[in-house]
């Protein structure tokens, strides 16, 4: 099973950015799919997008696209998430989570998250 651990979120002026971490452990890292979501107050998990294994694809929702950008590093076991351009409305709690093959996800256990917090 694997284990996630996220981090690097803050308070940050809108138009700023932020780089999230997810640092892995208990699975060979190149073994399965990672995806970021988030969860804003009195609302539903929404995922942002996914990479694959490889590190070859990735996609986006629509919310995101553009201004988000998922990778990850094998020398360290860890993805990112590099978040530019933040809006108010991206506030919420970030985290990762490993993905199947047909990025759905493994678990239904969420992490601690990380808070993002956008101000106007």
């Known amino acids: 099973q694997v284990q996630l651990i996220e981090s690097g979120g803050g308070l940050v002026q809108a138009g700023g950015s932020l780089r999230l971490s997810c640092a892995t452990s208990?699975?060979?890292?190149?073994?399965?799919?990672l995806g970021w979501f988030r969860q804003a107050p009195g609302k539903d998990y929404e995922q942002l997008g996914a990479i694959s294994w490889s590190g070859g694809s990735t996609f986006y929702s629509d919310s995101v696209k553009g201004r988000f950008t998922i990778s990850r590093d094998w020398a360290k076991n860890t993805a990112f998430l590099q978040m530019n351009s933040l809006k108010p409305e991206d506030t919420a709690v970030y985290y990762c989570?490993?993905?199947?093959?047909?990025?759905?996800?493994?678990?239904?256990?969420w992490g601690q998250g990380t808070q993002v917090t956008v101000s106007s």
């Open positions: 989570m490993a993905l199947n093959p047909d990025y759905s996800r493994q678990s239904d256990t």
């Open positions: 208990g699975r060979t890292f190149s073994a399965y799919a």
